[in-house]
């Protein structure tokens, strides 16, 4: 667990397990914790990003299509969403921000259940009791709150699961994240902080909201940080375990920091060009989570072309079925936007309900009336 630090280069302090180049480093208390992961553990890794990946492919192609109102992509984060969703257990809860698509993918969401609510089909997805994952917070930040009221929950109940909570770095600037990181170390709550800094908070760059990393900002509030490198799926993967072991045996919040990079535009409403540095992008292509993984199973000797056809296989199969079922999906009722809003009868919703319902009436009057002047 590391204290305050100099923020030293972009690099000072990260933890790594695989290079971009592939190559293996040992760490001395990270390899304890990924004992189990060996050529075949690391391939299903590999295949997990490689669905993703086409998932978010589909979101952006989707979107430009029109079939989306809008597409938040994930593409660079890959590894740091696959390595922390395959550390959870089940009863472990997850609270989101808009871009987890990869840890709903680990959770069985299906992909279809992921866009629906992009579509304007839906409020939301899932049942979050059903998965153990909250549905994606739009609002920045909001999502550590509900982890950390819900870890003091756990605590209090006598739980031994844990919560935890994603965002991004621009996100440590809210109010609500530290907030709660006040609440959770107050009461060593069960949460996991785990930020996916990308880099830019939409168009500002992480060195303009913080002069020192992010991990040391936590240690203010008496939470210890780990510091890792966000494109490696096995640092991911066991940053989560440390942490998530912490949780459990009742010692309290853990932040984790996992530099990574968004490849592509907050949202598919942005243009990235417009404030980023081509050669920026180039230099993180080649950090790519993806091919350092396939770079390091090939010096294992694994076979990487029949890797890469069963991961694409795989891929193909959940891009077909997504694009099937969102095509498909049927438009709401406009009556349904009352549905589901509060667990109990609320005589203001049913007032609304009913204004709504003759507001819509008049459109149906006025499409009997044009009939039956046509006749």
């Known amino acids: 667990m590391n204290t305050p630090q100099a923020a030293g280069g972009p690099d000072a302090g990260l933890i790594q397990l695989i290079d971009p180049d592939g190559r293996r480093t040992p760490h001395e208390e ?58 959870l257990e089940d009863d472990d809860f997850i609270f989101p921000s808009y871009r987890e698509t990869g840890l709903a993918y680990c959770r069985g969401v299906e992909a279809e259940d992921i866009l629906r609510v992009w579509r304007g089909n839906a409020y939301s997805g899932w049942n979050p009791f059903g998965k153990n994952m909250a549905t994606p917070q739009i609002i920045i930040g909001a999502q550590t709150l509900h982890a950390a009221g819900y870890a003091m929950g756990i605590k209090y109940d006598g739980g031994s699961q844990a919560a935890i909570t994603f965002f991004g770095d621009g996100a440590t600037s809210q109010g609500d994240v530290n907030e709660a990181m006040v609440f959770a170390a107050s009461y060593q709550a069960p949460v996991v902080f785990f930020c ?21 900002r936590p240690v203010g509030f008496g939470i210890p940080s780990l510091r890792v490198d966000g494109n490696d799926v096995l640092a991911c993967l066991a940053a989560t375990r440390i942490a998530l072991d912490r949780a459990r045996t009742g010692n309290g919040p853990t932040f984790i920091e996992a530099v990574t990079y968004r490849m592509g535009p907050h949202t598919t409403a942005d243009d990235p060009t417009r404030y980023r540095d081509a050669n920026e992008l180039d230099l993180w292509a080649a950090k ?15 076979d990487i072309a029949e890797l890469e056809a069963s991961a694409t296989a795989v891929a193909d199969a959940v891009a077909a079925k997504l694009r099937k079922a ?21 005589a203001t919703l049913e007032r609304q309900r009913e204004h709504y319902a003759l507001y819509q009436q008049q459109f149906a009057d006025a499409g009997s009336a044009t009939e039956g002047g046509a006749r």
Do not use: C
């Not at 299903?44 to 992509?73: C, F, N, S």
């Not at 993806?290 to 000797?301: A, Q, Y």
């Open 30 to 87: 990270f390899d304890p914790w990924i004992t189990d992961v060996d050529p075949a553990a690391l391939g299903r890794l590999y295949t997990d990003m490689v669905a993703i990946r086409r998932i978010d492919q589909e979101g952006t192609a989707l979107q430009r299509q029109g079939e989306l109102a809008l597409w938040p992509p994930l593409l660079g984060q890959e590894a740091a969403q696959i390595g922390a969703g395959r550390a």
């Open 196 to 216: 996916q800094n990308n880099h830019w908070a939409i168009s500002e760059p992480v060195q303009l909201q913080s002069n020192t990393h992010i991990a040391d």
């Open 288 to 302: 790519d989570p993806i091919e350092r993984i396939e770079k390091h199973l090939d010096g294992l000797g694994v």
């Open 326 to 346: 969102i095509i498909g999906l049927q438009d709401p009722d406009p009556m349904d936007v009352f549905e589901n809003v509060y667990s109990q009868p609320h």
